[in-house]
T-cell receptor
Framework: IAGITQAPTSQILAAGRRMTLRCTQD?????MYWYRQDLGLGLRLIHY???????GKGEVPDGYSVSRANTDDFPLTLASAVPSQTSVYFC??????????????????FGPGTRLTVT | GQNIDQPTEMTATEGAIVQINCTYQ??????LFWYQQHAGEAPTFLSY??LDGLEEKGRFSSFLSRSKGYSYLLLKELQMKDSASYLC??????????WGAGTKLIIKP
């Protein structure tokens, strides 16, 4: 795979439906993240995972859930989609999230994004 | 609250130099990142500053002043392909990334 992949690329979804956005990375990064990006706003963190088996809430977690069963996969689920969840969703990964900066930048690598429209 | 400010949009001419500023107020500081994002694509990492001073990478340089809560990204010898949004992000005291809204850079021939 060489990097991070996301699926689907785009989706139109009826309000009230359940949807899972998929994210897979092959870089053996411990930390993974889900962001949403809306016009005029910065990237906003939805959920994150520091390592397989653990997850945490970001800035805008309501209406979303995640799981991290293994190192490579980090799916994001919308249990019952609403129009305000129309956005571009990016998955990202990096080396350990809490490592001190003198050990490196540990920049985040992003997937290509999923454009979701909820009608 | 935590805040990152950068201009919404800038315009520059091909071959020229442009400086994109970023000011931040965060709870703690553990590094500042610049990312480039072309329209319809994912952000890609450009530079990282954790100590005061200038970091140079080819045509791109990034500067940091921690005491002033200020950074800039300097792009030299602008090319049309540099037309993109430039995102400033700060890693705060909890190692969480706080993102600015981005600066859209328009390059004119």
């Amino acid at each position: 795979i060489a990097g991070i992949t996301q699926a689907p690329t785009s989706q139109i979804l009826a309000a009230g439906r359940r949807m899972t956005l998929r994210c897979t990375q092959d870089m053996r990064h411990n930390a993974m993240y889900w962001y949403r990006q809306d016009l005029g706003l910065g990237l906003r963190l939805i959920h994150y995972s520091n390592t397989a088996g653990t997850t945490g809430k970001g800035e805008v977690p309501d209406g979303y859930s995640v799981s991290r069963a293994n190192t490579d996969d980090f799916p994001l689920t919308l249990a019952s989609a609403v129009p305000s969840q129309t956005s571009v969703y990016f998955c990202a990964s990096s080396f350990p999230r809490g490592r001190p900066p003198e050990l490196g930048s540990y920049e985040q690598y992003f997937g290509p994004g999923t454009r979701l429209t909820v009608t | 609250g935590q805040n990152i400010d950068q201009p919404t949009e800038m315009t520059a001419t091909e071959g020229a130099i442009v400086q994109i500023n970023c000011t931040y107020q965060t709870s703690g500081f553990n590094g500042l990142f610049w990312y480039q994002q072309h329209a319809g694509e994912a952000p890609t990492f450009l530079s990282y500053n954790v100590l005061d001073g200038l970091e140079e990478k080819g045509r791109f340089s990034s500067f940091l002043s921690r005491s002033k809560g200020y950074s800039y990204l300097l792009l030299k010898e602008l090319q049309m392909k540099d037309s993109a949004s430039y995102l400033c992000a700060v890693r705060d005291g909890n190692y969480q990334l706080i993102w600015g809204a981005g600066t859209k850079l328009i390059i004119k021939p």
